[in-house]
């Protein structure tokens, strides 16, 4: 399953409760996420299982895509639309060899190098970040939108940004060429996540004008 890479990505937060993963997924989607990434750091084999499971049906009835990850076995276990390789996450090779037709993405954090290689085996898009600052990975190396021009002029591949991603900052990195953006804290740490959801949609609709 290949689809189009743009607009609001919504990736999980560290959630062991089921259900209530369940209900911020789906208002996330209702509000317009256009892809949803599954990710857990904390959860067992098992729990991951259960939740990816839940959370497939979910995007499922939206036509949303549903993308685990690191986890390989967990997304052909399930049958995910798609898989997400970070650095350590495996051999994208062997990724796009086990599922042919599915969304493979990877982070490629500052390095054009990486994305260049990710595209030559196969990836359909291309991650970079941190653009700001994230509670969810403090520390990690800046990315730039010239490494994003760059990206987009050499690989043809949508790229998405992730990385202390909210609101208010979006636009900026919408207008130097980023495809999507990645979110979980301003997503699904805000009150209402499906107004949320809703205004980031309204962002990209507004970059289309």
Known sequence: MRTDIRGLYAVTPDEIDTARLARLVQDAVDGGAKLVQY????????????QARALLAICRSAN?????????????????????????????????EALPGAILGVSCYN????????????????????????????????????????????????VVGIGGISLENSPGLIAG????????????????VRATARAFARVFEQASK
């Not at 857990?40 to 259960?50: D, G, V």
């Not at 980023?178 to 979110?183: G, I, L, Q, S, W």
């Open 39 to 50: 990710r857990n750091k904390i959860a067992s084999h098992a729990l991951r299982i259960e």
């Open 64 to 96: 949303v895509p549903l993308i685990v990850n690191d986890h390989l076995d967990i997304a052909r276990a399930i049958g995910a639309d798609g898989l997400h390789l970070g650095e350590d996450d495996g051999d994208i090779a062997r990724a796009r």
């Open 111 to 158: 390095e054009i190098d990486r994305a260049v290689r990710a595209a030559r085996l196969g990836a359909d898009y291309v991650a970079f970040g941190r653009f700001f600052e994230s509670t969810t990975k403090p520390g990690v190396i800046r990315a730039s939108l010239e490494l994003v021009a760059a990206a987009k002029a050499r690989l043809k591949l949508p």
């Open 177 to 192: 060429g980023v495809d999507a953006v990645a979110v979980i804290s301003a997503l699904f740490s805000a009150k209402d």
